[in-house]
């Protein structure tokens, strides 16, 4: 049998509006990492962005499913583009209480006015509506208890402060 009548079929219910509209998916809360900084080391203009690089020191990790810390040694690559647009590049680790270290890739972008980006530069406290910080967080977990967060897409909102960055992390259902 031949595939052009399920076709023809398939199209005219679309030109029907029969088809179901798309379903937007969910964000479900699931942990913040409250991610403690060092000062930035400056590296200087790089094709067209500022670049520098903010060492990570710790923190923590607070969740129903997954709480711990944030071992230091890992660092945010960031390259601060005119116009306010910053892309970001973090990899670290986090520890959860029972000792199991995940491994974590946090790319994303912030956008704000370049006043705002300038303040947040310097280290100020900004209010977290006067600028877009998203990441893109995806997670190398050791197989066992936390394979969850191989198998799951996430959203991370950020929150700049002067000595930390608060990043909220959502599974997207």
């Not at 704000?112 to 300038?118: L, M, R």
């Given at each position: 049998?031949?595939?052009?009548?399920?076709?023809?079929?398939?199209?005219?219910?679309?030109?029907?509006?029969?088809?179901?509209?798309?379903?937007?998916?969910?964000?479900?809360?699931?942990?913040?990492?409250?991610?403690e900084i060092a000062a930035p080391v400056e590296q200087g203009e790089i094709d067209?962005g500022r670049r520098r690089f903010i060492p990570i020191t710790g923190g923590t990790?607070?969740?129903?499913?997954?709480?711990?810390?944030?071992?230091?040694?890992?660092?945010?690559?960031?390259?601060?583009?005119?116009?306010?647009?910053?892309r970001v590049e973090a990899r670290y680790f986090l520890k959860a209480a029972d000792?199991?270290?995940?491994?974590?890739?946090?790319?994303?972008?912030?956008?704000?006015?370049?006043?705002?980006?300038?303040?947040?530069?310097?280290?100020?406290?900004?209010?977290?509506?006067?600028?877009?910080?998203?990441?893109?967080?995806?997670?190398?977990?050791?197989?066992?208890?936390?394979?969850?967060?191989?198998?799951?897409?996430?959203?991370?909102?950020?929150?700049?402060?002067?000595?930390?960055?608060?990043?909220?992390?959502?599974?997207?259902?």
């Amino acid at each position: 049998m031949s595939s052009l009548p399920l076709m023809l079929a398939a199209i005219a219910s679309v030109a029907a509006g029969v088809a179901d509209a798309p379903v937007a998916p969910q964000l479900t809360p699931v942990f913040t990492l409250r991610v403690e900084i060092a000062a930035p080391v400056e590296q200087g203009e790089i094709d067209g962005g500022r670049r520098r690089f903010i060492p990570i020191t710790g923190g923590t990790v607070t969740g129903a499913r997954i709480s711990g810390t944030v071992l230091p040694g890992g660092g945010d690559w960031q390259t601060i583009y005119p116009g306010g647009f910053t892309r970001v590049e973090a990899r670290y680790f986090l520890k959860a209480a029972d000792g199991t270290v995940v491994g974590i890739h946090n790319p994303g972008v912030r956008v704000a006015s370049q006043a705002v980006t300038d303040r947040i530069a310097r280290g100020e406290r900004v209010d977290p509506e006067a600028y877009y910080f998203r990441t893109a967080p995806v997670f190398d977990p050791p197989p066992g208890k936390y394979q969850w967060l191989r198998e799951k897409t996430f959203a991370g909102r950020g929150i700049r402060m002067p000595d930390h960055v608060l990043i909220e992390i959502f599974a997207v259902e």
